[in-house]
């Protein structure tokens, strides 16, 4: 039986990771809800600095500082989250949630296995260990479209034998959009040998640490640590985590998942493939942006998509429930 039909619900919230920051997030909900201005303040107290502040007004190079960005995206997420249970109280929980890296722990608060303060201490953690290990271990991340999960794999399996460093699929968004993740040499022979094969556009991100690669092994290290000491709880719905893209069921199980994906590949094609097999019919993205939405109209165009990180979304999402 799926977790569908135990749920009774068709519906999956979806929250997004760094990438989706963007000056300006959050505030046109936190001018018009009162829940979403308390998650902020929250996260305010929590961290001891504005966050909000640098989310309403930036500057957009302190906010894209991974170390900010995390926790960022983090408060814009729950922000929305709360909004969608003030503005429709009616509105049934998901019947699954899921998280593109660092928004897994987005998910987890909202299945309630972590609580929002303890899930704003570990992102600002990770963010602090990640940039740490990438002082460490420079590396790079790109973006390669045009070729299949496979033939990327294939190609960073040559990469690192060729230059015996560092070279992995850090992420497999949708068909035929991938990313790498690597040390800098390895990084650049594997973007050749992308365009060598084909690949329609390859494109260095404007980021300094190699996510999703091994070069990101003391981070993960690190913040298994952090994470071993903070209380999670099993989720009242199914998570779909990164690494194996299977449901986080036990506390036991999302332990590894938050350590294991600082340095596995996040298998979001196959995550949301999952989901729509299981009978998902809509997924609603909660918090800044509308990214993984988008995605999941290259995954599976029969899934329906929103996107509820302003006030408008929050009426759309109201008029599709109520219609």
């Not at 998910?107 to 460490?136: F, N, T, W």
């Not at 496979?150 to 560092?166: F, K, N, P, T, W």
Request: proline share 6%.
């Amino acid at each position: 039986m799926s977790f569908l039909k135990r749920t009774m619900s068709t519906v999956a919230f979806l929250f997004p990771g760094q990438g989706s920051q963007a000056v300006g997030m959050a505030r046109a909900l936190v001018e018009r809800y009162p829940s979403a201005a308390a998650a902020m303040a929250e996260a305010d107290d929590v961290l001891g600095f504005n966050l909000s502040t640098l989310c309403f007004e930036g500057p957009e190079e302190t906010l894209t500082d991974t170390i900010n960005a995390q926790p960022a995206l983090l408060a814009a997420s729950v922000a929305a989250l709360r909004v969608l249970r003030e503005a429709l109280p009616n509105l049934p929980a998901p019947a699954a949630v899921a998280g593109h890296s660092m928004g897994e722990y987005s998910a987890l608060i909202a299945a309630g296995a972590l609580s929002y303060p303890d899930a704003l201490r570990l992102v600002r953690e990770r963010g602090r260990l990640m940039k740490e290990a990438g002082q460490r271990s420079p590396g790079g991340m790109a973006a390669i479209l045009g070729l299949d999960a496979a033939e990327v794999v294939a190609l960073c399996v040559q990469a690192a034998e060729l230059s015996g460093g560092v070279v992995q699929m850090a992420n497999d968004n949708c068909p035929g959009q991938t990313v790498i993740s690597g040390d800098n040499p390895s990084l650049d022979l594997a973007m050749d040998l992308a365009r060598q094969a084909g690949a329609k556009k390859v494109v260095r991100l404007a980021v300094s640490i190699a996510a999703h690669s091994p070069l990101m092994a003391p981070a993960a290290d690190a913040l298994r640590q952090a994470i071993e000491a903070t209380p999670i709880q099993a989720p009242a719905m199914p998570v779909i985590g990164n690494v194996h893209a299977q449901p986080l069921l036990t506390v036991d199980a999302i332990r590894a998942d938050l350590a294991g994906q600082l340095t596995a590949a996040v298998r979001w094609t196959e995550s949301m493939r999952y989901l729509a097999a299981q009978g998902v019919e809509l997924v609603v993205e909660v918090g800044s942006g509308d990214v993984l939405a988008n995605l999941m109209k290259r995954i599976e165009r029969g899934v329906n998509r929103l996107a509820v990180g302003d006030p408008e979304g929050i009426e759309r999402l109201r008029a599709m429930t109520q219609g």
